[in-house]
């Protein structure tokens, strides 16, 4: 099926496509509960099963681990530190999934697969969490704890158990309760054969932005700014450091150093509400929660689509018209010309539909001229089975930035967002900026150069596996937070700056109007409402190379004699 003849199916066909999958996943005509959706809260049903929520997926090279990578899926948003006396467990009958796709057939490769499990000794005795001080992570006074079992599956083979009752680092309950977090979230962290490094457990959402993009984009006037909607609030991580050869191509990641990777979680396909009892292992499951690139849902797709968007495969992504029509036309651009009078950029976007669906690549005919993170560009890929599809793309093989930048390729840095995401890559300011043509222009846009005055987690990142900051402690609405946990508890290093991953940049924002330098003279944009979408950014510097090369390469893009896309090609 050609983009085209996609794009023209009739809207009757595509609400028919769209029931299927709702029917298909049990969501229609079911009691609140399984959803379909991720990201924070963004579509309609799963507001009412936030265990499952996917709210953000990160993947890049470990810095202080050559040859290996790091994933990490974070679920559960806006967990108030007192949300007692449950607090937020993993869901016991769901499956949570990390994909990664090394052949660009859009179809899972690797297949990584955590389920939960609960141990809960409280009964008919007390309603609390902890009886007393909690030293250790099987300490007799941590009432409710869970475990988790991992199993992998490669190439579709039958799924093999890596690692099975492995802890879970509990709901931080406070300082009294849980004197020695660090020492908890180390217990927790465990080491496999085959250099697999494993953690899951409750950690400070590592999400920055200001979220009141939805009061007419920033208060129509650009006045509600620099508020950090997330800060204080804690998600349930999932984080896995694997070997590059694992989950590339052959296991040759010097010819095939391009992934895709995308996260799901999935429901029963009959849920008692209420029920305690765990999934089983052959249980028949539905995805209800998926999640790659940071808030597509949220802004990309319509809301009559947002609950049916996730329950998806990517594979079939570019078979449904009206998501393709939100990337080569996105909505806020529209409103950003008719609120604040900037105008948008020309339609169709069709470097967005590279950006957003191969990855950036030259072997697609799209308008930017450059090698980067499609798998396309894997020398052993088969170009015959390529599918648009929307997930994370990361080339391995693009070094460790010393000094990373938070604006990413957009600042020079290519294994910034959306090259990979890195927990401090400020995407929000990034697809601000895309979004309104800083890439066809290759300035930055004057009238939105502050951003959201958003730029860095309100909390530092940890230097090593999982990264992510400690669980905050104080109340949300008191302002008080103790996130970093080291410092408060123990001086641990995981109160220190984070590395190239994850660090907090620390150059100077590029000033209004300045040109950027290595900009990209692209279409430029980005799919997305005040800038919260995954397509549409980059500013890609120009770099030399050979069109095969694994690599970031190209004699660099835009201007007149830039090549046109072709995106039916793969479809």
Do not use: C
Request: without cysteine; aromatic residues 8%.
């Amino acid at each position: 099926m050609t983009r085209t003849s996609a794009i023209r199916r009739p809207v009757a066909a595509v609400l028919a496509t769209a029931a299927s999958v709702l029917l298909a996943a049990g969501l229609v005509g079911a009691t609140p509960g399984p959803a379909s959706a991720s990201s924070h809260r963004e579509a309609p049903l799963i507001a009412g099963d936030p265990e499952v929520d996917n709210t953000d997926v990160y993947a890049f090279v470990s810095p202080e681990r050559p040859g290996y990578v790091t994933f990490i899926a974070n679920f559960s948003p806006f967990q108030e530190p007192n949300g007692g006396p449950n607090f937020y467990p993993f869901a016991s009958d769901a499956a949570y999934n990390i994909y990664v796709d090394s052949d660009g057939d859009a179809k899972p490769d690797a297949t990584f697969r955590f389920t939960f499990k609960d141990v809960d000794k409280r009964g008919g005795n007390t309603f609390l969490y902890t009886n007393g001080p909690v030293t250790s992570i099987d300490d007799e006074n941590l009432l409710f704890r869970q475990t988790y079992t991992l199993q992998s599956s490669f190439h579709g083979e039958p799924f093999r158990t890596r690692v099975a009752d492995a802890p879970v680092a509990p709901s931080r309950v406070g300082n009294a309760a849980m004197p020695d977090y660090t020492k908890l979230r180390d217990q927790a962290t465990t080491t496999l054969s085959g250099g697999w490094k494993i953690f899951a457990g409750q950690a400070d959402d590592p999400f920055f932005l200001d979220l009141r993009v939805f009061d007419l984009l920033y208060g129509g006037d650009l006045s509600e700014v620099g508020q950090d909607t997330l800060a204080g609030y804690n998600v349930n991580t999932i984080a896995l450091q694997v070997p590059f050869k694992d989950v590339t191509l052959n296991g040759d990641v010097k010819r095939n150093p391009v992934i895709g990777l995308w996260s799901t979680a999935d429901r029963a396909k009959v849920r008692i509400t209420g029920s305690a009892a765990p999934l089983s292992p052959d249980a028949g499951r539905v995805q209800v929660s998926r999640l790659g690139n940071p808030l597509v849902n949220e802004v990309v797709v319509p809301a009559g689509l947002k609950d049916a968007f996730n329950a998806l495969s990517p594979d079939k992504d570019a078979s449904i018209p009206q998501v393709v029509n939100r990337v080569t036309d996105p909505e806020v651009p529209h409103l950003i010309q008719s609120i604040y009078k900037i105008p948008a950029p020309a339609t169709p976007r069709n470097d967005l539909f590279e950006i957003f669906l191969t990855g950036l690549t030259t072997k697609a005919n799209g308008p930017i001229k450059v090698n980067l993170n499609s798998q396309l560009n894997n020398a052993d890929v088969k170009a015959a089975t390529f599918r648009p599809s929307e997930m994370l793309r990361l080339n391995l093989s693009t070094p460790v930035t010393a000094k990373p930048n938070r604006l990413g390729v957009l600042g020079g840095d290519l294994q910034g967002f959306p090259n990979g995401r890195r927990l401090t890559d400020d995407v929000v300011d990034i697809e601000l900026q895309a979004l309104e043509g800083a890439a066809q222009t290759g300035k930055l846009v004057d009238a939105l150069a502050a951003g959201d005055k958003v730029d860095a987690n309100d909390h530092p990142f940890g230097d090593t596996f999982p990264y992510v900051a400690m669980p905050n402690t104080g109340a949300v609405n008191g302002g008080g937070t103790a996130g970093m946990s080291g410092a408060a508890d123990d001086g641990h290093s995981d109160a220190s700056a984070a590395p190239a991953s994850s660090a907090v940049n620390a150059e100077p924002r590029q000033s209004s109007g300045e040109s950027v330098p290595g900009m990209v003279m692209t279409a430029g944009g980005a799919a997305g409402a005040g800038g919260l979408i995954v397509g549409g950014m980059w500013w890609w510097r120009r770099r030399r190379g050979s069109a095969n090369a694994p690599a970031a390469s190209g004699p660099g893009f835009g201007g007149p004699d830039a090549g046109r896309p072709d995106p039916t090609q793969f479809l």
